[in-house]
């Protein structure tokens, strides 16, 4: 499949979506709609409140705000993730002491370590961007973790009957090998990172796209709460994409998967 057809098909179904989401909120059915706006709003109410908030320019303080929690979350989460799990990875002893803690703290709820971080760092940007830490860090970790502990024997012993040294494996089988598997997480804990900066923002914050949704909510602005999600949607789709570039750009010697036919 071509990229343009790729795009299309997308779009299709964005618009078939908004579609059926308009028909099920305007067309009445024995006299009123499947879907009562006041509970669902419509499409044109929405878009007309994200056109208001992008014209108005009310939205761009928020929107920055979260970008910043969400990009130090993602940023210092992968970087942590990365180098532990290089670590545990080329060190099993030590990933074999730290292993049940690992995980003990991997399966503490998050959202209850929100206000934890909110008593810590107060109300400010740092509460989010730890929120968002813990969420990102996990995600990379294991899959480096994962990724570095899957070099094949046979490369890694041929490697090394090369004469290379630690260094050089390093550089040239172990990080090549974690690269797939590293950027495969990135794109999840994208969203992780988002979704740490906004639930943070939820809890309590003076501004963001977490404070907007909340405020929004509170009048049982429904418009509002989707207006606000489709802009958070539409933020972390800009920035996978940005991920996916850098991905392109360092896994350029990886072979295209092979599509199959049924």
Do not use: C
């Not at 990229?3 to 099920?24: F, G, N």
């Not at 400010?124 to 502990?149: D, H, P």
């Not at 090998?177 to 979704?195: C, Y």
Request: avoid cysteine.
């Amino acid at each position: 499949m071509n990229r343009v057809t790729l795009i299309a098909l997308q779009a299709l179904v964005a618009i078939v979506s908004i579609l059926i989401w308009y028909l099920l909120t305007t067309i009445p059915v024995d006299g009123k709609p499947l879907f009562p706006p006041f509970f669902f709003s419509t499409p044109l109410d929405v878009a007309e409140r994200i056109v208001k908030w992008f014209s108005e320019g009310t939205i761009w303080r928020h929107l920055w705000i979260t970008l910043a929690e969400a990009m130090l979350a993602f940023v210092l989460g992968s970087l942590g993730g990365v180098l532990v799990g290089f670590w545990f990875a080329r060190q099993p002893r030590v990933a074999a002491v730290f292993d049940p803690y690992v995980k003990a703290v991997n399966a503490l709820p998050r959202i209850v370590l929100a206000p934890i971080f909110t008593l810590w760092f107060g109300l400010g940007i740092w509460s989010k961007v730890a929120l968002g830490v813990t969420l990102v860090f996990f995600i990379v970790f294991f899959n480096v973790y994962q990724g570095v502990k899957e070099v094949s024997p046979t490369v890694l012993a041929n490697a090394r009957m090369l004469g290379m040294n630690e260094r050089q494996l390093m550089r040239h089988v172990y990080w090549p090998s974690a690269l797939s598997w590293m950027f495969s997480s990135l794109h999840t804990s994208v969203g992780f990172a988002v979704v740490g900066a906004v639930v943070g923002e939820y809890l309590g914050s003076a501004a963001g796209l977490g404070y907007i949704i909340l405020q929004a909510e509170m009048t049982f602005d429904i418009a509002g709460v989707f207006a606000g999600m489709f802009v958070l949607a539409a933020f972390v789709i800009v920035i996978d994409t940005m991920v996916t570039l850098v991905e392109r750009r360092l896994l350029v010697w990886r072979p295209a998967a092979a599509e199959t036919r049924a």
